[in-house]
C-alpha cells in the first residue's frame, strides 16, 4: 500500500531563501518534572534576584536555554525560531523576497549550497560552496542559521552585499545582491540539439508542484519523439520528500522509494504509485557533490532499482529527516528525528551517493570548510612573516602565496560540461 499525505522533508534544513518542513506538532502541557522545575526556577531566580536583571527579558533567556540545548546536542540540522521570527523564517509558500539561495550549517560555517536557477543570487555570481562570513559587513559567527537567513533576506529591489570565501582562500570576496521576489520554476526541459532523440530535464529542487511539471515536460518531450532522458540533478539540495516520491512515481512502478528510519528505530517504507509516463524511457541522471537532500533520495532509488545509470561526483550526504514542533510561546523547534535510507538499506546521512559513472573530482564540503578555516587560521596569525622565526624562504613563498589567494566573484562556466557530455554518450549507446 503506497503512503502517503503527511509532508515529507528530507534532511532538511534548507532555511535558506526558501524553507520547507517535515510536520507540525504541537505538544499538550505535561507535569514538569523535577529537573525541569529546577530549569524554571533558576530562570525565576535570574529574573527576581539578579544584580543586571534588567539588561533582558524572559524571553531573552527562554530563548538562551533553548538554544543551550541545541548547542549540546550538536547537530547542524536542528534550530530554534524565536517567536518573532517564526512566521518571516519558516515559509513555505512558493514564493518570498530575497536573492534566492538555498544553504546549510556545515561545520559551524553558513555555505552556500545552491543558488536558484535565475536568482539574484546566481546572476550576481554567488556560487556552491562559498562560506558566508558578513552580511552587509555585520559578521555572522555565531549566528544561527535562522539568523543569517533573516539578514539576507529582504525587500524586492534593495541591496545587500554578502562577503564570501571561496574555498581554499583566506581572503573574502565582497558580492553585491539586489533582492528580488523568487518564483520557483523547478523544471526545465528542451531537446538536445545535436542528440534529437534525448531530452533533457533539470530540476533544481523539489517543490509542491514539481511533480506536475515533471509529467508535463516527459510528455512534450515524448511528443517530439524522444527516445531516452537524462535527468539532472546537480546543484539541488532537496526540498519535499513527497514530491521526490511523486518525481519516482514517473519512472518506478509500485516500487519502494525510501525508509524513514526513526528514533526508536522503527522503519518505515514509502512507495511509489504505478501508471508513471516513463517508465520504459531510458534514463541517465547527473549528480554532483551539492546534489543533496531530496535529490539523493531520488538519485539512490533510481541506482537501487537499476533503473537509471547516475554520472558525476559524490553527492552531499544529506538524509536526515526534520520535525516542527511549534512550542506554546509561538516560537519553532526544529529537531533531527530520522534518517532516511534507499531502497536497499544505505545511509545517506554523511556519506552520500557514488555515482555509476565517475566524472571530475568529487568535493567534500566538509573538508572544504575545515581547509578554509585552517587557511583563514594560518594567514591571521601570521600576518607579518619575520614572526615565524625561520628562513625557509620555500616555506615563506608557500605562506605567502596561499594568504594572498583572492578569487574573483566570477560565474561557473558551463562551457566544457564533461558530465553532459558523459551522460549523452551513455545515452546514445
Known amino acids: 500500500m503506497t503512503i502517503r499525505g503527511i509532508t515529507l522533508f528530507a534532511s532538511a534544513i534548507l532555511i535558506s531563501a526558501m524553507l520547507f518542513f517535515a510536520f507540525w506538532i504541537t505538544r499538550p502541557a505535561q507535569k514538569l518534572d523535577p529537573d525541569i522545575q529546577s530549569i524554571e526556577k533558576s530562570i525565576d531566580l535570574i529574573l527576581s534576584s539578579y544584580v543586571d536583571k534588567d539588561s533582558f527579558t524572559s524571553d531573552d533567556l527562554l530563548a538562551s536555554a533553548i538554544q543551550g540545548l541545541l548547542d549540546y546536542i550538536d547537530d547542524p540540522y536542528s534550530s530554534y525560531a524565536p517567536p518573532e521570527m517564526f512566521e518571516v523564517s519558516f515559509n513555505y509558500s512558493g514564493q518570498f523576497q530575497g536573492i534566492g539561495a538555498e544553504v546549510a550549517l556545515k561545520g ?3 555555505i552556500i549550497e545552491s543558488p536558484l536557477d535565475g536568482s539574484p543570487a546566481q546572476r550576481a555570481g554567488l556560487l556552491p560552496g562559498d562560506i558566508v562570513i558578513a552580511v552587509d559587513g555585520t559578521s555572522v559567527e555565531g549566528k544561527s542559521l535562522i539568523e543569517t537567513v533573516l539578514l539576507i533576506r529582504g525587500p524586492k529591489g534593495s541591496e545587500v552585499v554578502l562577503s564570501v570565501l571561496r574555498p581554499g582562500s583566506s581572503l573574502p570576496i565582497t558580492i553585491s545582491i539586489i533582492r528580488g521576489t523568487i518564483t520557483q520554476e523547478s523544471v526545465n526541459f528542451y531537446v538536445l540539439e545535436e542528440e534529437k532523440t534525448i531530452g533533457y530535464v533539470r530540476i533544481s529542487t523539489f517543490q509542491a508542484n514539481t511533480p506536475e511539471q515533471l509529467k508535463s515536460a516527459i510528455s512534450v518531450l515524448k511528443e517530439q519523439n524522444v527516445q531516452s532522458l537524462i535527468l539532472d540533478l546537480r546543484d539541488n539540495s532537496g526540498g519535499l520528500v513527497d514530491s521526490a516520491i511523486a518525481v519516482l512515481d514517473e519512472f518506478l512502478d509500485s516500487v519502494v522509494a525510501v525508509s524513514l528510519v526513526d528514533a526508536s528505530g522503527n522503519k518505515q517504507e514509502f512507495l511509489t504509485n504505478d501508471g508513471g509516463s516513463a517508465l520504459d524511457l531510458p534514463l541517465v541522471v547527473m549528480i554532483n557533490s551539492f546534489s543533496a537532500s531530496a535529490s539523493e533520495l531520488t538519485a539512490g532509488a533510481l541506482q537501487d532499482h537499476n533503473r537509471a545509470t547516475l554520472v558525476g561526483a559524490k553527492t552531499f550526504g544529506k538524509g536526515t529527516f526534520n520535525t516542527l514542533f511549534k512550542l506554546p510561546n509561538e516560537g519553532g523547534f526544529y529537531l533531527s528525528t530520522g534518517r532516511w535510507q534507499t531502497p536497499s538499506g544505505r545511509m545517506i546521512e554523511g556519506n552520500g551517493l557514488q555515482p555509476d ?26 600576518s607579518d612573516l619575520s614572526t615565524l622565526g625561520t628562513d625557509n624562504e620555500d616555506l615563506l613563498n608557500a605562506i ?6 583572492k578569487p574573483s566573484p566570477g560565474h ?11 551522460a549523452i554518450r551513455i545515452s546514445t549507446k
Not at 605567502?400 to 589567494?405: H, L, P, Q
Open 412 to 422: 561557473s562556466s558551463d562551457s566544457n560540461d564533461e558530465v553532459l557530455e558523459t
Open 108 to 110: 559551524g560555517q553558513i
Open 400 to 405: 605567502k602565496v596561499v594568504c594572498s589567494i
Open 357 to 382: 559513472v565517475l566524472v571530475g573530482p568529487s568535493v567534500n564540503v566538509n573538508d572544504l570548510v575545515e581547509v578554509g578555516t585552517a587557511v583563514r587560521s594560518l594567514c591571521s596569525s601570521v
